[in-house]
């Protein structure tokens, strides 16, 4: 199988590389900073695996263009937009009885979020979620949310404000209703 993103380099002394090992680097570098931005995306570590394993794929595939540039910010943009489709897709799909026993397999986060944020993050739509994630997760500008997202910088400050009251509005519900700490 032909791996997309290896070309090899012939150096002055005759030693070949490969920037095989370049792409593997910002693999191993980058995968832990996605991994908690998509959790936070989608509240679950197998999904948020799938999303980074996506991205890095994607990222892999354009490396010969990506490498010189911003390959990191271009994985983040996927992700996010990854999530969205994602989110998309299961708002068509019809909801089918599953035998999942509740116990997630080990996916190693290196953080964990508080359980009822990560409820009150799924209450947001997939744009708002991605605003206040990128936000609050990554300490992004609006701007670079607004890249992130595909769209302008209002819209992301939109996105942004809306989401945040709207995670206020039910981190202070759940308190009165007796669910919070």
């Known amino acids: 199988m032909e791996v997309p993103w290896r070309d090899a380099t012939v150096l002055e002394d ?105 409820r009150a993050l799924g209450t947001l739509s997939p744009k708002q979620r991605a605003a206040v994630v990128l936000r609050t997760v990554e300490d992004l500008d609006h701007a670079a949310i607004a890249d992130r997202l595909g769209c302008s910088a209002a819209t992301a400050r939109t996105h942004l404000m809306r989401g945040l009251a709207r995670l206020r509005e039910e981190l202070t519900q759940e308190k009165v209703d007796g669910h919070g700490r």
């Not at 030693?15 to 991994?35: C, G, I, M, S």
């Not at 799909?93 to 990560?118: H, K, N």
Request: charged share 30%; hydrophobic share 35%.
């Open 14 to 118: 005759g030693a070949v590389t490969t920037h095989l090992l370049d792409f593997e680097e910002f693999a191993a570098t980058e995968t832990p900073r996605l991994l908690r931005v998509a959790y936070g995306l989608t509240g679950n570590p197998h999904d948020a695996w799938d999303l980074v394993q996506e991205s890095l794929v994607r990222v892999g595939v354009r490396w010969r263009r990506l490498r010189h540039q911003n390959p990191g910010g271009y994985a983040q943009t996927v992700l996010v937009r990854l999530n969205v489709d994602r989110h998309r897709r299961l708002r068509r799909e019809m909801p089918v009885e599953t035998t999942y026993d509740g116990i997630d397999r080990p996916v190693e986060m290196a953080e964990t979020f508080d359980p009822q944020l990560v």
